[in-house]
């Protein structure tokens, strides 16, 4: 039985870990590996208004991720079927240019709702 992945920012990381013989294709939206992150204290501050925390907590989750992302970085999943979706013009992070299929949409790093509809798209046709 083959499935369909989708997943979003760390969450792409972490797909990283499955089984790429049961994952018929993986949607990455806004994948974090191979990627720097830029205007951290805006991105700070687009995570404090979506969420109850302060900058200080924000700032030790994003340590604690920037690790977990580092020393993760050498078991990308090259095997797996992948299309990644990347916003026109992403204000937060830095893209190296190796990824092999990708598509642009409408949006940033937090309001990913074209690039859902998008894979919707795919999926149906």
Do not use: W
Not at 9 to 33: A, D, M, W
Not at 78 to 85: A, D, V
Request: hydrophobic share 40%; net charge neutral; glycine share 2%.
């Amino acid at each position: 039985e083959e499935y369909i992945l989708i997943s979003h920012s760390i969450g792409t990381l972490i797909s990283q870990f499955f089984c790429s013989n049961k994952v018929k294709i993986s949607h990455e939206i806004c994948p974090v590996y191979n990627v720097e992150r830029i205007n951290s204290e805006v991105f700070v501050n687009q995570i404090k208004s979506r969420l109850d925390l302060s900058a200080n907590e924000i700032n030790k989750i994003l340590i604690n991720s920037a690790n977990f992302i580092d020393n993760n970085r050498v078991f990308e999943n090259m095997s797996m079927n992948k299309i990644q979706y990347f916003p026109f013009k992403d204000h937060f992070f830095s893209h190296k240019n190796n990824f092999n299929n990708t598509k642009k949409f409408d949006g940033n790093h937090f309001e990913i709702n074209n690039s859902i509809l998008m894979i919707k798209t795919d999926l149906v046709s």
